[in-house]
């Protein structure tokens, strides 16, 4: 069983920074597909970023429109940690923030639909205040 473990969720003021963690633990982790969703109460879960890569040295990277040029997702290759930087934030970003590992054919294909991840975190709150 893969779990997910997420960290660095908090309250910041418009404008801010701040970042996200998603640690990967348990058995043989084969995935080579890792996103962060975010879901607001009464809303559906909606893509933010994703990050996929082939062995330890190839990235490639998608962002939703409405983060991109803000936030920025990167892995650690070493301990498989995935982090989402969120910069330049705004109220319309405070959500739960989730992140999701799955399997992507090729690594230009980058998941970002909810259904295309297998295994998920408990999220954690991000709240924006202005």
């Known amino acids: 069983q893969v779990q997910l473990v997420e960290s660095g969720g908090g309250l910041v003021q418009a404008g801010g920074s701040l970042r996200v963690s998603c640690a990967p633990s348990g058995r043989t982790f084969s995935s080579n597909a890792m996103g962060w969703f975010r879901q607001t109460p009464g809303k559906e879960r909606e893509f933010v970023a994703a990050i996929t890569w082939n062995g330890p040295h190839i990235y490639y990277a998608e962002y939703a429109a409405s983060v991109r040029g803000r936030f920025t997702i990167s892995r650690d290759k070493a301990e498989g940690t995935v982090y989402l930087v969120m910069s330049s934030l705004q109220l319309e970003d405070t959500a739960v923030y989730y992140c999701?590992?799955?399997?992507?054919?090729?690594?230009?294909?980058?998941?970002?639909?909810?259904?295309?991840?297998?295994?998920w975190g408990q999220g954690t709150q991000v709240t924006v205040s202005s």
């Open positions: 999701a590992a799955g399997r992507s054919e090729t690594i230009y294909i980058v998941p970002r639909a909810v259904g295309e991840y297998d295994y």
